[in-house]
């Protein structure tokens, strides 16, 4: 199994920046890509961006430009740095496992606030 833990989340105004983390432990070699996805009250998970084991990132066009997916592998951790933050990407944020096999893993979220 693999287990997230994300962190970083809180409160910013318009146009700031925050830098979300995403904590992998258990059984690392079996992850192939981390993704983060974001939801809001009312709607659908929407995803945000991918990095692949290969580092490959791939981004959702509403945040492409601002916002960048990266690792770190000595720590086994994904970043999601957020910049020029508008009020529509207030939400709570998820960093997502895909594995080569066994079941996806998910973390508990991690609340962002984009408010003046």
């Known amino acids: 199994q693999v287990q997230l833990v994300e962190s970083g989340g809180g409160l910013v105004q318009p146009g700031g920046s925050l830098r979300l983390s995403c904590l992998a432990s258990?059984?690392?070699?079996?992850?192939?890509?981390i993704r983060w996805y974001r939801q809001t009250p009312g709607k659908q998970r929407e995803w945000v961006a991918t990095?692949?084991?290969?580092?490959?990132?791939v981004y959702a066009d509403s945040v492409k430009g601002r916002f960048t997916i990266s690792r770190d592998n000595g720590v086994n951790t994904v970043l999601l740095q957020m910049n020029s933050l508008r009020p529509e990407d207030a939400a709570v944020y998820y960093c997502n496992a895909e594995r080569y096999f066994g079941a996806a893993s998910w973390g508990q979220g991690t609340q962002v606030t984009v408010s003046s």
């Open positions: 258990g059984d690392i070699p079996t992850i192939k890509k």
């Open positions: 990095i692949t084991n290969g580092g490959t990132t």
